[in-house]
């Protein structure tokens, strides 16, 4: 059967909502769109533990460290399923992980920028973690099997996630003012950079019309944006914190929320390596890396022993 027969079968199967699974045949572009979409994911988990990381050691109660210490952990584990669900493309982590040392792999632009305060953490689960779920959630229904699998025990554990960030705002919403005013702050440095999260506006994004050709994402970049305005503003208001727009409307025609300008440049500066945490991200990133390259090297070791017995 020649290429274009091929791929006139494969987007047949593609628009009667079959699931692509590892061995079957596809086209080379869906797999080079969804190895780069979804090793960048991956790389996000775990970059996206470094600012919460920071965290840890200085959590406000044994509680409060308990949750955080798991919710750290749970992002690993995000890594490590996407990782795994990649490799079933035929790359390897090493590549990958080549890849995002080398500048050639993206991650998400919002873990770029530093976690300043204990609201920070609930600022991070409440809306970083929240808009991760909106764009999860409609990724559970991905065309490639295995990203669609991690995408569903990945958003179970987001919801808690998303939950222990709310519940920090809240609590020092209502507590004192100096409280409040930390949270309000977290509030407002967080919002733009999470709404940057959904990624360029439709117009302006070279990756959805193949993406939405082969149902690798679901929905478009600003639908996904408008659901998170709309379900996380209520959640502000509910706890007497006030989003940072000034332009924010409900607009009742559309039974949504009209939102201001988001700022592109920086968007675009932080993406491209120019944000406030890019160098110190990455190089953390590479030294972890190193520094326990003896620790894979022992559980292969181990692995290759237990095969022979
Ligand atoms: N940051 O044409 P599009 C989490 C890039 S998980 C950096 O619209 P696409 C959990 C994009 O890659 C968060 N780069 O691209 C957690 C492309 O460049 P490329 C991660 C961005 O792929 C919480 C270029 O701009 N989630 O947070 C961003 O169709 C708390 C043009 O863009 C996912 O990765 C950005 N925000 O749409 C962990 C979800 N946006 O690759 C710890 C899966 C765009 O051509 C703590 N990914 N770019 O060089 C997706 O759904 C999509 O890839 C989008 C971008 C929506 C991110």
């Not at 991956?42 to 050691?57: C, D, F, L, R, Y």
């Not at 409440?126 to 999860?136: E, K």
């Not at 990203?147 to 569903?152: F, G, K, L, P």
Request: aromatic fraction near 10%; proline fraction near 4%; include cysteine.
């Amino acid at each position: 059967m020649g290429a274009e027969e091929l791929d006139v079968l494969f987007q047949e199967r593609i628009d009667a909502n079959d699931k692509i699974e590892p061995r079957d045949s596809m086209p080379e572009e869906y797999r080079s769109h969804l190895i780069r979409q979804m090793s960048q994911h991956a790389h996000s988990e775990v970059i996206g533990m470094q600012p919460e990381g920071n965290w840890i050691t200085r959590a406000p109660s044994l509680r409060a460290k308990k949750i955080l210490l798991a919710k750290v952990q749970d992002e690993a584990g995000h890594g490590l399923y996407l990782y795994s669900a990649t490799e079933t493309l035929g790359i390897s982590r090493e590549e990958l992980i080549a890849k995002l040392h080398q500048g050639k792999a993206k991650y998400a632009s919002i873990f770029n920028y530093p976690a300043l305060t204990w609201a920070d953490m609930g600022a991070i689960g409440w809306l970083v973690d929240g808009a991760a779920i909106t764009n999860q959630v409609s990724l559970q229904r991905t065309s490639y099997g295995p990203y669609s699998r991690a995408m569903v025990k990945i958003c179970k554990e987001e919801s808690f996630h998303q939950r222990q960030g709310y519940e920090i705002m809240a609590s020092m919403a209502n507590g004192t003012p100096a409280q409040k005013e930390m949270a309000q702050d977290a509030l407002n440095r967080f919002w733009w950079p999470s709404l940057m999260m959904f990624g360029p506006h439709d117009s302006d994004s070279p990756r959805t019309g193949n993406a939405m050709k082969w149902k690798i994402k679901r929905e478009y970049n600003d639908v996904l944006r408008k659901k998170f305005i709309d379900k996380t503003v209520s959640q502000a208001n509910l706890i007497g914190l006030t989003i940072p727009d000034k332009d924010l409307k409900w607009n009742e025609a559309e039974n949504s929320y009209d939102f201001g300008a988001i700022d592109w440049d920086e968007f675009w500066s932080v993406v491209k390596g120019g944000g406030p945490c890019n160098v110190k991200r990455l190089n953390h990133h590479k030294k972890a890396h190193k520094d326990g390259a003896w620790v894979r090297k022992a559980a292969a070791a181990y692995a290759k022993k237990q095969a022979t017995k």
